[in-house]
């Protein structure tokens, strides 16, 4: 379904590149028509003028030098693809104060007369904007061509990104010791209780079943993630018993927000991996919003021997998010708890 | 319009960048052809036909329309001091062709300042 908003700023960019366009063709027409009868007031030619001002190399090399600045400063401030029209009116105001610049010094070397706007001011003025408009239109194509070589590494080293995480992703899952202990329970569960054998293949197919389905997806919504939360922390149950305890407290409202696939799942999976998980002392842990925020805690129980490299799952995630959402996640790692804020977008 | 439309093969959309100029290129030259001898000439329409190529260039490669001004200002400027000394050059040479020196030179300026167009506004290579 069409978006009315999105009409009407296509209409909007498509009246601002008419406006543009009009600009260029009256540049022309002007230039064909209206400037050869000031030039031939003057008794000169426009090649005449032209070469004289090309001769001149001191307010060539100034003229070049200020188109350059321009150039700099509107490229520094404002980036490409954000406001065509506004980066245009400020390079033909740049180029128009340059030009004037020029003309004047040109007329005051010239030592003729510097300040009179007779009909050989006007003519300086049109071969300095002439020439300035090529200088400052090569130079923003050079820019242009710099930003978009840019633009394609910066995507190259996104997906290589994306592609990086989905594998450790797909990796960590498929991981022998994670299948290798849920067929364990798997067995235990096929000869003590087959109807809840039955259950877990089906949650271990789900499992599956979404990492494979997030394969071509770079977002999936909160409502998603929860529900895989869910089955993935009923698999960890039948191996864990009650060792620890998942208490999902997610309003509705947010279930149509983002969030990075399996995002989630790394935490729960981190925190049982890094703490001591007993039925003595289970080990709770929290999934909440607060603050647009979606809020992974749990306590302190570490470990006496670290269980494989720590950091690495939340690096992953934490440039998903950079790349995705341009946000970082907060991680608060205090005495007793250990606590993970994962932005929520729309 | 799925012709015109950016597909996943490079090969394929520079392809379609050509055709795209070339279209352009014989409605230059058409244009040419029949406003040449008239009052009003033919500069303000081949201008306005480059302008088009050059927005439709951009359009076709999805690329910000910030060098439109660009683009435009160069293809038109040099379309106009191209056109008009190979216009010149090519009398000089074939008096005979009469009004079809001017079309040729009109179809080979637009397919070479697409060509340059086309070479800024294409996405690189992933």
Not at chain 1, 87 to 99: C, Q
Request: glycine share 4%; proline share 3%.
């Amino acid at each position: 379904m069409d978006n009315p908003l999105e009409k009407k700023r296509n209409l909007v960019g498509f009246i601002e590149i008419f406006i543009i366009a009009a600009v260029v063709l009256l540049a022309r027409i002007l230039f064909e028509f209206d400037a050869p009868k000031v030039f031939s007031e003057g008794g000169v030619t426009f090649s005449a003028v032209l070469l004289k001002f090309l001769n001149n190399y001191s307010l060539v090399i100034l003229a070049v030098l200020l188109d350059l600045i321009l150039i700099y400063v509107i490229t520094r401030n404002l980036s490409y693809g954000v406001a065509p029209v506004k980066r245009t009116l400020m390079e033909f105001g740049g180029i128009a104060i340059i030009s004037i610049i020029i003309a004047f010094l040109q007329r005051i070397m010239m030592m003729n007369k510097p300040f009179a706007l007779d009909v050989y001011m006007l003519m300086s003025l049109i071969v300095a904007f002439f020439i300035n408009t090529i200088c400052v239109t090569l130079a923003d194509l050079i820019c242009y061509n710099r930003w978009k070589n840019r633009q394609a590494l910066d995507l190259a080293v996104k997906m290589r990104s994306q592609a990086n995480y989905k594998y450790q992703l797909l990796k960590n899952q498929l991981n022998p010791h994670f299948l290798f202990n849920s067929l364990n329970v798997l067995d235990y569960l096929i000869h003590t209780d087959q109807n809840r054998a039955s259950d877990y293949v089906k949650k271990m197919a789900n499992v599956y079943r979404y990492l494979l389905a997030m394969d071509d997806r770079t977002t999936a919504t909160l409502e998603e993630e929860m529900e895989f939360v869910k089955q993935y922390v009923d698999m960890m149950h039948e191996r864990f018993a009650s060792g620890f305890d998942v208490d999902i407290d997610v309003d509705r409202y947010y279930y149509h927000y983002k969030v990075v696939p399996c995002s989630v799942q790394t935490l729960i999976e981190n925190a049982v991996k890094h703490n001591v998980v007993s039925e003595k002392n289970p080990l709770p842990i929290s999934v909440s919003v607060k603050d647009d925020y979606l809020v992974v805690s749990n306590p302190l129980h570490p470990k006496i021997e670290s269980s494989g490299k720590s950091g690495k799952g939340l690096d992953n995630i934490n440039e998903q998010y950079r790349i995705l959402f341009n946000a970082d996640i907060i991680v608060e790692k205090g005495d007793a708890d250990f606590t993970v804020r994962l932005p929520l977008f729309r | 319009m799925y012709l015109f439309s950016l597909t996943m093969n490079n090969r394929l959309n520079t392809a379609k960048g050509f055709l795209i100029i070339l279209l352009f290129a014989l409605a230059h030259a058409v244009t040419c052809f029949l406003t040449h001898g008239t009052r009003l000439g033919d500069g303000i329409w081949l201008t306005i036909l480059t302008i088009a190529m050059v927005f439709c260039l951009i359009r076709f490669y999805h690329s910000p329309f910030d060098v439109f001004l660009g683009l435009a200002f160069m293809a038109v400027f040099a379309g106009y001091f191209l056109g008009s000394s190979g216009a010149r050059w090519m009398s000089c040479a074939k008096p005979g062709w009469g009004i079809w020196n001017n079309v040729i030179v009109t179809s080979v300026t637009t397919i070479l300042l697409g060509t340059a167009v086309l070479l800024v506004v294409q996405k690189k290579k992933r």
